[in-house]
C-alpha cells in the first residue's frame, strides 16, 4: 500500500457531497442576503445612516453597492462550488472571507443583519476547509 | 509522528486550514474596530460608569495590538505545529477576554469577536491533533 498523503481510505460517501451542497447551497442563500441589504440600501439610502462618526462611514448607497456586488460574486462562486472543483472551493473561501470582513465594516449600520450573515460565512469557510476535499476523496475511489 | 491510524492528512489541512483562517479574519476584525476607535475615539463612549472604561483610543490600541499579533499567529497555525496551536489557543482566549470587558462600548461587535475566537478554541483543541497531523 503505498502510503501517499491522501492513501488513506474516505469514510465518507453520502456527507462529502453533502457538505459540498451545504456550502454551495449557503453561499447562494447568503448571495441572496447581500443582494436584499445592498437593494434596500441603494434604494432607500437614507434609511441607513449612520450618526456617529465612522471610519468607514460611506454613503448608504456605497455600502449598498459594494453588497450587491459581493451578493453577485457569492451566487456565482457558489453555483461553482456545486461543480467540485479546488478553485472553486478556494474562490469560495475567499468569498466568504471577504463576505465577513465587509460585513464587520459594515456592522454598525444594521448589525443583525451583518451578524446573521458572518455567521453563515464562518460555517461555509467550515464546511469548505474541513468537508471541502470529501468529494474529491469519494471520486478518486 | 505517530498519530495511530484515525483520520489522516486530509482532515488534519482542513482543519489546520479552517483555525488558521479563523485566526486571520479574528486579527482583521480586532483591527477594524481598533482603527474605528483610534480614529474616531469620540464615537465610541461608554456613558455609564465601568471599571475597565479606559480612553476609547486606549481600547482601539488594545484591539489593534491584539489583531495585528492574531492575525499573523493565525499562518503559524497552518503549518500545524504543536506551538502554533497553543499560542493559538492563548492568543483567542486573550482575544474573547478583552472582547468580553470591551462589549458594553460595541455589543455586536464584541458578540462577533468572541464567537470566532470561539470557533478557534474548538478547532484547536477539539480537533488539535488532526491540525498538527
Redesign the interface.
Known amino acids: 500500500m503505498s502510503m501517499d ?4 481510505e ?2 465518507t460517501s453520502g456527507w462529502a457531497a453533502g457538505w459540498i451542497a451545504f456550502a454551495g447551497i449557503a453561499m447562494i442563500m447568503i448571495g441572496i442576503f447581500h443582494a436584499i441589504a445592498g437593494l434596500s440600501e441603494v434604494f432607500d439610502s437614507d434609511s441607513f445612516v449612520l450618526t ?5 462611514k460611506f454613503n448608504a448607497s456605497t455600502w449598498g453597492w459594494i453588497h450587491l456586488i459581493a451578493g453577485v460574486v457569492l451566487i456565482l462562486a457558489g453555483v461553482g462550488v456545486f461543480g467540485g472543483a479546488t478553485w472553486a472551493r478556494m474562490v469560495g ?1 475567499l468569498v466568504a ?1 471577504l463576505s ?2 465587509a460585513n ?2 459594515w ?2 449600520y444594521v ?2 443583519w ?2 446573521l450573515i ?2 453563515v460565512d ?1 460555517s461555509i ?2 464546511a469548505l ?5 470529501d468529494l474529491e ?1 469519494m471520486s478518486e475511489t | 509522528m505517530s498519530m495511530s491510524d484515525r483520520e489522516p492528512s486530509m482532515w488534519a489541512s482542513g482543519w489546520a486550514m479552517f483555525a488558521g483562517l479563523m485566526m486571520i479574519m479574528l486579527g482583521i476584525f480586532h483591527a477594524i474596530a481598533g482603527f474605528a476607535e483610534i480614529i474616531d475615539p469620540d464615537s465610541f463612549v461608554v456613558t455609564q460608569k465601568y471599571v475597565f472604561k479606559f480612553d476609547t483610543s486606549t481600547w482601539g490600541w488594545i484591539h489593534l495590538i491584539v489583531g495585528i499579533v492574531v492575525f499573523f499567529a493565525g499562518f503559524g497555525v497552518f503549518r500545524g505545529a504543536v506551538w502554533a496551536r497553543t499560542v493559538g489557543v492563548i492568543l483567542a482566549v486573550v482575544s474573547a477576554a478583552a472582547a468580553f470587558a470591551w462589549l458594553p462600548y460595541v455589543p455586536f461587535w464584541s458578540l462577533l469577536l468572541i464567537f470566532v475566537a470561539i470557533s478557534v478554541i474548538w478547532a484547536l483543541t477539539a480537533h488539535g491533533r488532526d491540525v498538527s497531523g
Open positions: 498523503q491522501t492513501g488513506m474516505p469514510e456617529q462618526e465612522y471610519v468607514l473561501i472571507m465577513a470582513i464587520f465594516a456592522l454598525l448589525p443583525l451583518s451578524i458572518i455567521f464562518i469557510i467550515w476547509t474541513v468537508h471541502g476535499r476523496r
